[in-house]
């Protein structure tokens, strides 16, 4: 992973952490072992980045309700 795609990486946990209202170890714990860290976010770092921030948040929580990470 290069610095860049690390940066967002770590700026879509602590967004995530501040919505969800828990701990970004939480967050990262959710994220990767449902697969959507290296299978979703890693991956489509090139298009993820250009979302704005909200919408990013929005796609994010959404998939992870889709993953049984989060109750509907």
């Not at 946990?13 to 890693?42: F, M, N, P, T, W």
Request: glycine share 4%.
């Amino acid at each position: 992973m290069d610095k860049k795609t690390l940066e967002f990486v770590t700026y879509c946990i602590s967004k995530l952490a501040q919505r969800l209202k828990l701990s970004q170890r939480e967050v990262y714990d959710r994220l990767h072992k449902s697969g959507i860290l290296y299978g979703y976010i890693v991956p489509s770092y090139d298009v993820l980045h250009t979302f704005s921030s909200r919408y990013l948040m929005d796609d994010l929580t959404d998939y992870m309700r889709e993953k049984g990470v989060l109750p509907q």
